[in-house]
């Protein structure tokens, strides 16, 4: 029974095996160009000044608001039931 649920796992360990011969090239660090990086940054600034202009929550309704509402979704459900 060992046997059966070993088999599944040696052979997966061939395929690491394989993974770990081929040659790896060392990573060399990227640098951002210096346009890269203002183009970067400004993009940034340009999407926080937009959202300052949006509220992050819709603003609460008033009572009168929030009662004009409740009327006119109920008389529009009156007028689709005739």
Same mark, same amino acid.
């Given at each position: 029974?060992?046997?059966?649920?070993?088999?599944?796992?040696?052979?997966?360990?061939?395929?690491?095996?394989?993974?770990?011969?081929?040659?790896?090239? #060392?990573?060399? &660090?990227?640098? +951002?160009?210096? *346009?890269? $990086?203002?183009?970067? !940054?400004? @993009? %940034?600034?340009? =999407?926080? /000044?937009?959202?300052?202009?949006? #509220?992050?929550? &819709?603003?609460? +309704?008033?009572? *009168?608001? $929030?009662?004009?509402? !409740?009327? @006119? %979704?109920?008389? =529009?459900? /009156?007028?689709?039931?005739?």
């Amino acid at each position: 029974m060992l046997g059966l649920s070993a088999g599944p796992t040696l052979a997966q360990q061939g395929r690491n095996d394989d993974r770990r011969q081929q040659p790896q090239q #060392p990573q060399q &660090p990227r640098q +951002m160009k210096q *346009e890269d $990086r203002d183009r970067m !940054r400004d @993009d %940034i600034r340009e =999407a926080y /000044r937009d959202r300052q202009g949006r #509220p992050d929550r &819709p603003r609460q +309704m008033s009572a *009168e608001e $929030r009662n004009k509402l !409740r009327r @006119d %979704i109920e008389d =529009a459900n /009156r007028s689709m039931r005739k």
